[in-house]
């Protein structure tokens, strides 16, 4: 059982490059989100989606962009990364949005 | 000021002592409350959830204080390898769901 996985793991991105993470759910969950993690900061909301095709702002949305074309996939776009998104993401997903959410392995990313 | 509020710790205690975590949220229409366990660049895991009427796990006893916007969670007997960081984690409604992080506590148990 995958559960949700995300790919990639690790990636270093030039500043001014984009990219796509990619997070994918086995479990048939209508709720998934997209976190990034820094240093004593915690785990910080970006973009969230209660379903698919939809997709709603977090704490944190600027300089990211989200899609939610097919249920079990959630993508992050970076557009144009920047030193300052350097973090780690965590995609997690959830059956309702009021019971146990479930996360990926994460992705540490690096802008150079 | 944060949705959810946790003291960052580290709370550094020896092995079989008691040690209490608090957590402070804002918003008063906060539905589901929970607290996750994060291990050293792992993600995140549901240690438990939050029920009004308090709750016990074994070692681990959760409370919802909903007039005080308060979380506890009280480890009992701690081991070495409660050490991690615990986050307490809240569902607030906007237009619709979402789950909202605090800062985490670090926890170090020492021999």
């Known amino acids: 059982n995958a559960g949700v996985t995300q790919t990639p793991k690790f990636r270093v991105l030039k500043t001014g490059q984009s990219m796509t993470l990619l997070c994918a759910q086995d479990?048939?969950?209508?709720?998934m989100y997209w976190y990034r993690q820094d240093p004593g900061m915690g785990l910080r909301l970006i973009h969230y989606?209660?379903?698919?095709?939809?997709?709603a702002k977090g704490e944190v949305p600027d300089g990211y962009n989200v899609s939610r074309l097919k249920k079990q996939n959630f993508l992050l776009g970076l557009e144009s990364a920047a030193p300052s998104q350097t973090s780690v993401y965590f995609c997690?997903?959830?059956?309702?949005?009021?019971?146990?959410?479930?996360f990926g392995q994460g992705t540490r990313l690096t802008v150079v | 000021r944060k949705e959810v509020e946790q003291d960052p710790g580290p709370f550094n205690v020896p092995e079989g002592a008691t040690v209490a975590f608090n957590c402070t949220y804002s918003?008063?229409?906060?539905?589901?409350f929970f607290w996750y366990r994060q291990d050293c660049r792992k993600e995140p895991k549901l240690l438990m959830s939050?029920?009004?009427s308090g709750n016990e796990d074994g070692r681990f006893t959760a409370q919802l204080n909903r007039a005080s916007q308060y979380i506890s969670l009280l480890i009992r007997d701690s081991k070495l390898s409660d050490s991690a960081t615990y986050l307490c984690?809240?569902?607030?409604?906007?237009?619709?769901?979402?789950?909202?992080f605090g800062s985490g506590t670090r926890l170090l148990v020492r021999p």
């Open positions: 989606s209660v379903g698919e095709g939809t997709t």
């Open positions: 984690v809240v569902t607030t409604m906007d237009s619709s769901y979402k789950l909202i």
């Open positions: 997690a997903s959830s059956p309702t949005g009021v019971i146990e959410a479930f």
């Open positions: 918003n008063s229409a906060s539905q589901s």
């Open positions: 479990m048939n969950h209508e709720y």
């Open positions: 939050v029920y009004s």
